[in-house]
């Protein structure tokens, strides 16, 4: 069995890593770590692992060395101290968005700071297996993903990976995501009167996964809004892109069965009719699928534009499940192993 053990353990992510871990067959999670739980059933935080774990969180002090170790700290806090983690795990992945940006002028002008560790900027690999497979099989380090940026990434991947998205024409993509998003910490944003119901533009511009976007797409002339909604799991990618050609209906079709076929977790979701015609996040709540789609606009007067969809777990292929899924390949199991769930319906 390979020994796993995770270093922030009472957070969502790290609750969902969790959850997949312990009924991945290859896989004993040996420790789970947390400064302001030591001590503490981990079914106390995460009280869906009840009678799962009898584990407890434990001090950083107590960390021993292991196959591979998981991340799941506040920004900043895995690179200040990655120096003393390195020694005690043969493979890292991190969940934080300390390590995805591999340009350090990227990271400080959508974060205000230099990066903390630019020296492991390179050693890293961004954490998307559909875009960095080969690569993650052959990795010690591991980023994890931005979940907006993902949503947007796995949208627009197909167009930008046959070279038909007009550069000199802006992207716009806007996503829709639920609380969990926030993370475990409660604030004034997450309060329940203030929060339940809305439909809040809370980062019209300026988003830091923004930068995840044009380093993965290449893409330069790209912008990203963020709408939080009345959900708690999920994200929806909306862009608006303009082709560099015309494209009908079964050109997007033929396009997104060629980029995505034999991928396990992608699923093309276009239909003519029903409620669930486009991808729906609700749908994937605890799951490591995306399900992609598309809308064409062939208005003969005007100039084409394609609406490239997207919708995920945020803490599912948004974080968790894709950490997971890249620890599978860096370890040599098949890339699903504990990754299943199909989700639920209705929910």
């Known amino acids: 069995m390979i020994g796993v053990s995770i270093v922030g353990g009472s957070g969502y992510v790290a609750g969902d890593l969790l959850r997949l871990l312990l009924a991945h067959p290859g896989v004993e999670v040996r420790q789970v770590v947390s400064r302001s739980n030591a001590g503490r059933f981990v079914h106390s935080i995460h009280p869906n ?58 990271y400080k002008r959508f974060y205000g700071d230099e990066p903390p560790a630019p020296n492991w900027l390179p050693r890293f690999v961004y954490g998307l297996p559909e875009l960095h497979r080969q690569e993650i099989r052959a990795a010690r380090y591991v980023s994890g993903v931005g979940c907006n940026a993902t949503t947007v ?110 991928e396990p977790f992608v699923r093309i979701v276009h239909e003519k009719q029903g409620n669930f015609r486009h991808p729906e996040p609700k749908l994937l709540a605890g799951t490591n699928f995306a399900d992609v789609g598309f809308a064409v606009d062939e208005d003969p007067d005007g100039r084409p534009r394609v609406v490239a969809l997207a919708a995920i777990d945020n803490l599912g292929k948004g974080a968790a499940g894709s950490l997971v899924q890249c620890l599978n390949l860096m370890l040599g199991f098949d890339e699903t192993t504990a990754l299943g769930f199909p989700g639920l319906h209705p929910i």
């Open 153 to 262: 990434n796995l949208a627009l991947w197909p167009l930008v990976k046959a070279g038909l998205v007009d550069p000199l024409l802006p992207v716009i993509a806007e996503v829709k995501v639920g609380s969990s998003e926030a993370g475990a910490n409660a604030g004034e944003s997450s309060h329940h009167p203030d929060r339940s119901g809305v439909v809040r533009s809370y980062a019209p511009v300026g988003h830091r996964h923004a930068a995840e976007i044009r380093q993965e797409t290449g893409l330069q002339n790209v912008h990203l809004s963020i709408t939080a909604v009345e959900l708690v799991r999920g994200a929806l990618a909306t862009a608006h892109v303009f082709p560099s050609a015309r494209l009908t209906e079964k050109d997007l079709w033929r396009l997104l069965r060629d980029t995505w076929k034999g």
């Open 49 to 106: 692992l009840r009678g799962r774990t009898s584990l407890k969180f434990e001090a950083r002090e107590a960390l021993a060395k292991v196959d591979a170790l998981i991340l799941a700290l506040p920004h900043g806090e895995a690179a200040h101290s990655i120096e003393s983690y390195a020694p005690l795990a043969e493979r890292i992945l991190d969940a934080s968005a300390d390590f995805r940006l591999r340009d350090p002028a990227l």
